[in-house]
């Protein structure tokens, strides 16, 4: 199956072969439920589903007897028809995941890497390897590619335009990517680690439309969904809240301001406060996962300097939060990345401080720990990826088969 | 013109009816052109326009002599067949506003009035006398009515859960409305008057998506968009900044914290900065208006006392406001309300506090006064009450003739 690069807008045809597409995914539907769901009549759904069935992406699934008339022919999804690749670039490692029209995970790799001293040229080298060692496996192309980074995109998604952990500024992955893995520049959509999160616990929740996700790890980032659509603002910075004054009178921060949530909640921060200079915690190579259960450990046992350390987290995310639930009233905030490891122990002051300091009908607001831990981000990339053939089906082409 | 209280959802011929209906909006078009433009047939097209016509909505207007073919007829809004009606509620005045399918402000009411003494019931009596007053010079009820109110409105949008100036807890002014008015229930919306200021000035702005709106009056209240679409939140609560800490060691709120942005920002505390207890300033009798206008002539004239309060407003604005910019990244923050009055003076300083709190890229974010000023709340009220038709173009009757 190979990639196209279209860029052209869809017309009416690819748009209701999408609407068929979308509507299989909750489950085998009749021509008729189809039609009804898409609002479409029902010859033309029969001419759509021929197509998409020639494109190899549906398939017959049995027969619905009603409450009366004939019984009809239902259709499927056939999950195992397509996949998309999820790429990840943390300062730690590189991961690639691919998950198929179903959302089923087929293929998933990671590997360990000091992302700042192989700097972007090499470190793109490295990400293409892990991703043909996947792809390998794989019987086709992926239909969409989207990497995951910890960073601000611009508003197109193909350039990264500053990673202070990874210390990179405006890097062109896509097209870098594109070159490596010869897959088409339009195919590769690159996104903000803490957006990609977000779009997966919205995913993860089907009945909320207004949800903030945090993500906690070297720095803090954040990403929000808004009346059930991902919310990147103007220049694709929206829920930046790493710099938010926390403590006006707090330590100096990177940025030159004082008191930033990330002097308080980046998890170096965390880790000093938690234990001496010397301690095991703050070993690097145990990566942010691992101190993090370290840190976790260390609360467990009721360590005090642990245990007062991870208090004092969850105060200053209170009141960095406050603000955000008064701007933007939502169902949920999802603590993400390394806080998910805490969320057992931040959950309550959090919920104290968002009592305290917001509207009395704002407590009502959910504070959860993410269940997807620091794979949000890639989980997210992943449903992008093949988002794009839910969009445009015609990226899947027609066999020859169905051509003839 | 009955109104009538569908609330059933609309069919694909009623959305294909709307969306030829708003493709006129920016102007004459022709049947060929509003094919391509809604993705619906030609022959389609000239059925719906039959309909639209037979309901008064739409009429001929000229030829298009295009580059090759026939002339085809144009077809354009009846911009006066239908009109909105906005009803806004202050705490020291009621007003009513009509405007046209075109948005052209057809008919406006005002009526000062001490609504915290009235209570809930006498000044519905009042503000149905005012509506009463002004629908008598038109021929035909409205096409919907949406009241402008400043609280919290539960999201399906017919109670009012608190308006701490009018002190008015769990109002159903829609119901109390219905029945004063004679108008069905379903015909009348109730929304927060800054989410109303924030769609009005989004209006005002055709090329922006993303936009957060600050209201101030005696309170201080703010509404965003977002991709667009007015974002209302998981209650209904989004856009709430009015109780952001903008000083934790700053003076005590009715809400019972400390430093919150009200204490700063709202009218009565900048009036108290500007002058001292026994200067006109502090005259409700002047109204936000009046109060706001002498101020900005003490302001000009460069009374110290004045120019520093307004400095200082600026500066608790900027507190504020640098979270908003790092949660949303909108393209404009528009200062509303009286705020719009000081936007001279304000803008600086806000621009100056956003610089040295916000990552630099959001420095961007433009910063503008509202030319809406206290009417901004009402103005998005009418463009509300107009929508419906635009959403439901057969709330419009058809014509007699059209039937027979």
Known sequence: MPITGRADPVSQRTANLAALLRALRSGPLSRTQLAARCGVNKATVSSLVTELSGRGLVRPAGMLTG???RPSQLVELRGESAYGLALGIEADRFSALATDLAGRVVAERTAAADVV????????????????DLLAGMEAPPAGVTVSVP???????ALLRFA?????RDAEI???????????LAAIAVDNEANLGALAEAHARPGVSDLFYLSGGIGIGGGLVCGGLLQRGARGFAGEVGHVTV????????????????????????LRAAAPAEDRLHDPALGVDGRARLLRERVRQNDQRAVAAVHELGVALGVALSTVVDVLDPDVIVLGGYLAELGDWLI?????????????????????????GTT??????????????????????????AQA
Do not use: Y
């Open 67 to 69: 409450v009366s008339g």
């Open 174 to 184: 896509a097209d870098l990517l594109a070159a490596r893995l010869g897959l088409p």
């Open 376 to 401: 949000a981000g890639l989980r997210g990339a992943a449903h992008q990826a093949i988002e794009r053939l839910f969009t445009d089906p015609t990226l899947s082409p027609l066999t020859e088969e």
């Open 117 to 132: 001293t192989l700097g972007l040229h090499r470190g793109m080298d490295e990400l293409a390897e892990l991703a043909h």
């Open 164 to 168: 202070p952990t990874l210390r990179w």
């Open 151 to 157: 960073g601000l995109v611009d508003s197109a998604g």
């Open 247 to 270: 403590d006006p009178q707090g330590e100096h921060c990177p940025c030159g301001r004082l008191g930033c949530l990330e002097t308080k909640a980046g998890l170096p921060a965390v």
């Open 348 to 372: 309550e002051p959090v919920r104290l401080e968002l009592g305290a300091r917001t509207l009395a009908n704002h407590a009502r607001c959910r504070v959860e720990a993410s269940s997807l």
